[in-house]
């Protein structure tokens, strides 16, 4: 009789008894003529035969018997002869015969009744099929290829390992996770499903690491240090547990008087930083408009002071005020270069062309005039009407 292909059982733990068992002694060759079968090397230790199975991600077969069984020695002599069982056998298979007699505490474990009895299991343990009394070849190499389906590890599922294990190599934890997850998902005990679960939890320890360390931060009042180690924590490891708390304790720290008081005051020294950068540098506009917000948002900040009086600098010199002008023109130009590209995409030549002479406006004698023109000769040539819109 067939056991339900996925029998919710678990083979015997590893025995330690030395000796457990011996191999059931092989029947003569039938008469009928048969093709040659494959090779097949059986096993008689079922704890190395456990553990082979487990390296090689195979499933196992245990043929369970005595010596004076008749239907034992019929399995033997036939089915298991049987070309396509033995080719299976020698492939697919980690191939085990114990002798009952001398493995009583694993007969008894695995509840045998009847002789033989034939088990199918994943190399994890859990069986697949429990064959009781003599089968014939036909329906054992059934039982045995749907073993084999449910135990080898699917393409994807190898794929996603694969790509779960490079990602990791770069730090893209969030990617992993996600990969992983769903090996673990569809994999359940199999070897590879093992294995996604293993380092999923030590990712997870190592977020949760993370988290114990903002939370020492904000012990010690270093607040704006402890979220932005939580925010990292949620973006880095999106998708752990740690993650989760990160998102809640950062929440929570985010509505504290003092954590909004600290928060403000880092973002204006930040931007009057960059501020004073793009000074230097020549960027008069982002100045500009950086100094402009700190004058307005952070009046009753120090930053804003200093904001103020490189305000002055610029307004009170021509030449850095026309500098202004001259960026803030060009930003504007690239934006109705980019306005233009979308009217034509939808074919509306004629707000296009209106764009396009703001640019030229805009920024004459310039590279951005030069595009600007060059799109709007192409748009007349076509005989496109421009209309009357002026620019």
């Known amino acids: 009789m067939h056991c339900p292909v996925t029998t919710p059982l678990v083979l015997y733990p590893l025995i330690t008894v030395a000796a457990l068992v011996s191999a059931l002694p092989v029947a003569a060759q039938p008469a009928r003529p048969m093709p040659a079968p494959a090779q097949v090397t059986w096993r008689t230790d079922y704890n190395a035969a456990r553990k082979e199975a487990t390296e090689k991600e195979l499933p196992l077969i245990i043929v369970i018997g005595t010596d004076d069984c008749f239907y034992c020695r019929k399995l033997e002599a036939g089915p ?13 298979f980690i191939a085990v015969k114990l002798d009952a007699t001398r493995a009583p505490e694993l007969a008894k474990a695995l509840k045998v009744q009847l002789y033989p009895t034939t088990v199918l299991a994943g190399p994890d343990g859990k069986i697949h099929a429990f064959i009781e009394g003599y089968i014939e070849a036909d329906r054992l190499v059934e039982q045995m290829k749907r073993t084999v389906t449910a135990v080898t590890t699917a393409d994807w599922m190898a794929r996603d390992y694969n790509e779960a294990s490079k990602a990791l190599a770069v730090s893209d934890y969030a990617r992993a996770i996600t990969l992983l997850k769903g090996v673990v ?22 977020a949760a690491g993370r988290l114990v360390r903002a939370k020492d931060l904000e012990q010690k009042g270093q607040t704006l240090e402890a979220m932005d180690l939580l925010a990292d924590t949620v973006k880095l490891f999106a998708g752990t547990q740690a993650a989760t708390d990160a998102t809640a304790l950062l929440t929570g720290l985010a509505e504290k008087p003092e954590a909004v008081a600290k928060k403000r005051q880092r973002t204006a020294r930040d931007l009057l930083a960059e501020a004073k950068d793009e000074f230097r540098t020549g960027q008069l506009y982002d100045c500009l408009l950086k100094c402009e917000r700190l004058s307005s948002a952070f009046a009753d900040l120090p930053e804003a002071k200093e904001a103020a009086a490189l305000l002055t600098d610029i307004r009170g010199n021509p030449e850095r ?12 130009a690239a934006m109705y270069l980019a306005l233009a590209d979308s009217w034509v995409k939808k074919g509306q030549f004629a707000e296009a062309s209106a764009c396009l002479k703001k640019v030229i406006a805009l920024c004459p004698n310039t590279k951005q005039a030069d595009i600007a023109q060059a799109e709007l000769t192409k748009i007349q040539s076509k005989g496109t009407p421009t209309g009357g819109q002026k620019p």
């Open 80 to 92: 298991l002869k049987d070309p396509t069982v033995a080719g299976l056998l020698a492939k697919g």
């Open 185 to 206: 998902k569809e994999a359940g005990g199999k070897p590879i499903g093992t294995k996604s679960k293993q380092v999923l939890d030590e990712i997870e320890r190592l």
């Open 321 to 332: 005020l026309a500098k202004v002008c001259e960026q803030m023109n060009e930003r504007t």
